[in-house]
């Protein structure tokens, strides 16, 4: 089961796009890995990862 949606997504501010395929893969892997196990972590791995929603980086993958 995934711990964080397209829905969770949308909620916390990003902008819908095919960024959010890599969002969610990202988390996903990292549940796989034992890397997050909660929603708020998988949160918290794509604002490190992908930056803060609004943010021009936000979607582009530049922080990993």
């Known amino acids: 089961r995934r711990l964080v949606t397209g829905d969770d997504l949308l909620a916390e501010g990003y ?6 395929a890599r969002m969610l893969e990202a988390v996903e892997d990292a549940q796989l890995e034992s890397g997050v196990c ?9 604002r490190r990862r992908f930056g803060p929603p609004g943010e021009p980086s936000a979607g582009s993958g530049a922080r990993q």
């Open 38 to 46: 909660t929603r708020e972590e998988g949160l918290d791995l794509v």
């Open 15 to 20: 902008t819908a796009g095919p960024h959010f």
